[in-house]
T-cell receptor, first 115, second 111 residues
Framework: ETGVTQSPTHLIKTRGQQVTLRCSSQ?????VSWYQQALGQGPQFIFQ???????GRGNFPPRFSGLQFPNYSSELNVNALELDDSALYLC??????????????FGEGSRLTVL | DAKTTQPTSMDCAEGRAANLPCNHS???????VYWYRQIHSQGPQYIIH???NNETNEMASLIITEDRKSSTLILPHATLRDTAVYYC????????????FGAGTRLFVKA
């Protein structure tokens, strides 16, 4: 186990709704990244948070947003859900030091189904 | 970040070494080679990484060619639990904050 926990593990929403996914990072890790993984594909980078600020973003629209809290936990929010948002959402924590070194530690993911 | 090319799938007999190749011909001098794996319905798991020297840990060995354009991940004694998708990734350690995953190699370990 990595020590990264995500909730909820599964959820079902309908088109147009909003969803919030939560991630608790591994103890001592100050950076959280979020990934979207569609069925049969590799994880796609959404964004990364470091010191409570977005620190890089992939090719995702603004309706994907996030937060990082002082305890380094994080939320991913998706507004106006679309059918294509159905995927496994993965949170990964890491320790950022002077350079962006260190491996990523992933949680088990939140599986979102949009109907 | 440089792109990688991996075979779509591979088979390996249980107890034998699994050798997973990765091509990264456009790798830059400051980019490391990372390997992760993802067992069905779980999050990806870090395996190993290296810059230019071969690396070994308790899980695997990483062999990087001298020109750094390709590498091989070696699982010395594959077990059924090693059946997973294996991702080869290249990324820098400065200024690069996103780890780009490709489609990976689906390794089937057979009894």
């Amino acid at each position: 186990e990595t020590g990264v926990t995500q909730s909820p593990t599964h959820l079902i929403k309908t088109r147009g709704q909003q969803v919030t996914l939560r991630c608790s990072s591994q103890s001592g890790h100050n950076t959280v990244s979020w990934y979207q993984q569609a069925l049969g594909q590799g994880p796609q980078f959404i964004f990364q948070y470091y010191r409570e600020e977005e620190n890089g973003r992939g090719n995702f629209p603004p309706r994907f947003s996030g937060l990082q809290f002082p305890n380094y936990s994080s939320e991913l929010n998706v507004n106006a859900l679309e059918l294509d948002d159905s995927a496994l959402y993965l949170c990964a924590s890491s320790l950022r030091v002077t350079a962006n070194t260190g491996e990523l530690f992933f949680g088990e993911g939140s599986r979102l189904t949009v109907l | 970040d440089a792109k990688t090319t991996q075979p779509t799938s591979m088979d390996c007999a249980e107890g034998r070494a699994a050798n997973l190749p990765c091509n990264h011909s456009t790798i830059s001098g400051n980019e490391y080679v990372y390997w992760y794996r993802q067992i069905h319905s779980q999050g990806p798991q870090y395996i190993i990484h290296g810059l230019k020297n071969n690396e070994t840990n308790e899980m695997a060995s990483l062999i990087i060619t001298e020109d750094r354009k390709s590498s091989t991940l070696i699982l010395p004694h594959a077990t059924l639990r090693d059946t997973a998708v294996y991702y080869c990734i290249v990324r820098s350690h400065t200024g690069g904050f996103k780890t780009i995953f490709g489609a990976g190699t689906r390794l089937f370990v057979k009894a």
